[in-house]
């Protein structure tokens, strides 16, 4: 059985008290209820749920499209910076380097990877994007096809699957990926206002990086954006504040309910400027970002402990308000009700802060990283 003590962040709010768990899993979470604006002043530290990442490309100068041991680096580095659970992101590319990716992701599945952020499932960014708005993305795009997802998916479970509805087939198909229990992202996308909400009828669930990589919104033609911003229940959204302006991620917020953070974090995570690989392409870290040579944004650097103080200390959002939008929301997203969240009976997941909200130590179902 391990113990901590401090400030402890409860679905019903902060508790001064202690968290016991036992074989992975939260025991006893007791305590006296306390303010949340008593909290950073008050000196102790100050616990909450492990950080829950659904779009992780690398970190630590590895890429999910290696294959190998690629996805143990990558889950250890999120670790490092308070991720306990995440989806492994591919990039657009041929089948046959889809599968080398897949197949490196089997072993790190069973587990905590080697005392890394728990690896859920495989968030397929490409291939069922618009060659028009790859972003970053090769330029292998193509339609969905069944058969090529189900030979994935045989592999490693895809969790989540971003497409872009205009391209043929696409949305006609999203009913039957529904019902075979995929979650739908609509992204890398030129889809008109009236396509998206089309697909939002047809069931899908969110948005991949909203405002990046999507057409984008005018009063006269409000596109995927103006399409997300009144209809969406869920998105996700990069708080670097490269890829969106603090004004751009406050508009989200107050539109989109399930709106939860994620990083695009490329191999330059966690690792000093210069050149890395995204799948395919050839990325170079500076000034704060990742950059393809024209100066396209290509995923990022950013890690969840990060992205949790500028949501604190640039957003103005509350500790707990910050926690739920890197933490439970995307945890209930993908069905993980047993993760992103401090209370008996789910995984002893657990990030702690110092006042000043630095990493203090992580568990991962209760192991120290």
Same mark, same amino acid.
């Given at each position: 059985m391990s113990t901590l003590e401090g400030y402890i962040l409860t679905p019903d709010g902060f508790l001064n008290g202690r968290i016991e768990f036992v074989a992975g899993r939260i025991h006893v979470v007791a305590g006296v209820p306390v303010i949340e604006d008593a909290?950073?002043?008050?000196?102790?530290?100050?616990?909450?749920?492990?950080?829950?990442?659904?779009?992780?490309?690398?970190?630590?100068?590895?890429?999910?499209?290696?294959?190998?041991?690629?996805?143990?680096?990558?889950?250890?580095t999120h670790a490092q910076h308070g991720t306990t659970s995440l989806l492994a992101t591919t990039m657009t590319a041929p089948h046959d380097e889809l599968l080398e990716a897949f197949a490196g992701l089997a072993a790190p599945r069973k587990g905590a990877a080697n005392r890394g952020a728990s690896i859920l499932g495989v968030h397929l960014e490409g291939p069922f994007i618009s060659a028009k708005r790859l972003g970053a993305q090769p330029d292998f795009a193509r339609r969905l096809q069944l058969d +090529?997802?189900?030979?994935?998916?045989?592999?490693?479970?895809?969790?989540?699957?971003?497409?872009?509805? +205009?391209? +043929?087939?696409?949305l006609e198909l999203i009913p039957a990926l529904i019902a075979a229990g995929y979650l739908i992202n609509l992204g890398h996308s030129e889809a008109t206002y009236e396509q998206t909400c089309a697909a939002l009828n047809a069931g899908a669930h969110g948005f991949t990086h909203l405002y990046n990589a999507m057409s984008g919104f005018h009063h006269r033609a409000p596109g995927m954006v103006g399409a997300a911003l009144a209809h969406a229940r869920h998105a996700e959204i990069i708080p670097d504040l490269l890829h969106s302006h603090?004004?751009?991620?406050? $508009?989200?917020?107050? #539109?989109?309910?399930?709106? %939860?953070?994620?990083?695009?974090?490329?191999?330059? $995570?966690?690792?000093?400027? &210069?050149? %890395?690989?995204?799948g395919r392409q050839l990325v170079t870290r500076c000034m704060g970002g990742v950059r393809l040579a024209d100066g396209t944004l290509a995923g990022s650097v950013l890690t969840m402990d990060q992205a949790f103080r500028n949501l604190v200390d640039v957003m103005g959002l509350s500790l707990t308000e910050?926690?739920?939008?890197?933490?439970?929301?995307?945890? #209930? %997203?993908?069905? +993980?009700?047993?993760?992103?969240?401090?209370?008996? &009976?789910? %995984?002893?997941?657990?990030?702690?802060?110092?006042?000043?909200?630095?990493?203090?130590?992580?568990?991962?179902?209760?192991?120290?990283?």
């Open positions: 909290v950073r002043d008050g000196g102790l530290p100050i616990i909450i749920p492990g950080f829950v990442d659904l779009h992780v490309h690398g970190g630590g100068g590895r890429d999910i499209m290696d294959g190998g041991d690629a996805a143990v680096t990558v889950a250890q +090529e997802l189900n030979a994935l998916h045989a592999v490693s479970p895809i969790r989540l699957i971003t497409l872009a509805p +205009e391209v +043929e087939g696409n603090p004004g751009a991620i406050a $508009a989200a917020l107050r #539109s989109i309910a399930g709106l %939860y953070c994620v990083t695009d974090s490329t191999a330059a $995570a966690g690792m000093p400027d &210069g050149e %890395y690989r995204l910050a926690s739920r939008r890197t933490s439970s929301l995307a945890a #209930s %997203y993908v069905r +993980e009700h047993d993760r992103g969240r401090l209370a008996v &009976g789910c %995984y002893a997941d657990v990030v702690v802060l110092t006042p000043s909200l630095a990493i203090e130590a992580v568990h991962v179902s209760g192991r120290a990283i």
